[in-house]
């Protein structure tokens, strides 16, 4: 009986003793803020892995002993790294709009991280200087395209958050409509100033289609290092959207192009040297661009084309 008696008396010891060091232990993270039994507690392994990992690489630079407060990366590198946040994405809007050009994602949706953010497609347009307007045409960069006329938007036509940018949706229109990672806004005004071969139209509706994209201001870029003193070369130059001569005007063969700009300038270009040109509209107005030439040779601000045979 004693040895049984002795037995319980053990357990009995053992598991105050192992509620007292729990207890301590508690006691201690609450008092003392012991770091790494906290740690353990409050995050998950996966995220501690990573943190190690990155602490680690962090050690090829840095001595682990200043490893003491944010302080240490934040002052040496700027800011915590969000490499998921697209800050500076861009989206363009061209056409019939007082300022086509580039505006940030931000400015858009400045408040991606609150749900059920969105914004009123029609009210965005309004804030670009869009008025009034036939139709807009939404772009993606894998080859998305839909075009609405105004009369069939209505205050369910939304723009909101979409992972790295923004998307549009509807319910009052088909879902295909419902396009994804949004870059571009295409806006057909009402307005006609353009007179190509004699028909009204405008930039909007000229970039609707069919257009290309032309290499232009070709230059070989060099660079001598202060390592090794080796020069090295590139190649750079850029890309133009537009829409191309020949296509303008159906593959009708003709001499030369009648071309009047906005001062009333006429020029007569001979067909060879505008061949591979095409109509681009740039800071808001409609250019003859020659990827053979310099941008001294190109002619700004078209207001009138017209062939001649």
Not at 3 to 24: D, E, Y
Not at 179 to 206: C, H, M, W, Y
Not at 230 to 237: P, Q, S, V
């Amino acid at each position: 009986m004693s040895n049984i008696f002795q037995s319980k008396v053990f357990r009995i010891v053992a598991v105050i003793a192992i509620l007292a060091f729990f207890s301590a232990t508690g006691f201690a993270i609450g008092a003392r803020k012991l770091g790494p039994i906290q740690l353990v507690t409050n995050y998950d392994m996966k995220t501690l892995i990573t943190d190690a990992n990155t602490m680690n690489e962090c050690a090829e630079c840095h001595q682990a002993k200043d490893y003491h407060s944010c302080d240490t990366c934040h002052d040496d590198h700027g800011a915590v790294e969000l490499t998921d946040v697209p800050f500076f994405a861009l989206v363009e809007i061209n056409g019939d709009v007082p300022e086509p050009g580039f505006i940030l994602l931000d400015d858009i949706l400045p408040y991606r991280e609150q749900p059920h953010t969105h914004i009123l497609l029609e009210d965005f347009l309004e804030q670009q200087g869009v008025d009034d307007f036939e139709s807009v045409t939404l772009t993606s960069p894998d080859g998305g395209f839909i075009t609405i006329n105004k009369d069939q938007l209505s205050k369910n036509a939304l723009l909101m958050p979409y992972e790295d940018g923004i998307r549009f949706a509807s319910e009052d229109l088909h879902v295909s409509t419902w396009l994804k990672g949004i870059r571009g806004f295409i806006v057909v005004g009402k307005d006609k100033p353009l007179q190509i071969n004699g028909e009204a139209t405008s930039i909007g509706r000229l970039l609707l289609g069919p257009t290309e994209s032309v290499t232009v201001e070709q230059a070989t870029v060099m660079f001598k290092s202060e390592e090794d003193g080796k020069i090295r070369e590139a190649y750079t130059a850029s890309r133009i959207q537009g829409i191309p001569i020949n296509k303008l005007f159906n593959n009708e063969s003709f001499q030369s192009l009648v071309v009047i700009d906005k001062a009333g300038e006429c020029h007569t270009i001979p067909y060879e040297e505008i061949k591979t040109a095409i109509l681009a509209p740039i800071h808001g107005e409609l250019n003859l661009v020659i990827p053979e030439h310099g941008r001294s040779q190109w002619i700004e601000g078209i207001k009138s084309i017209e062939i001649q045979d």
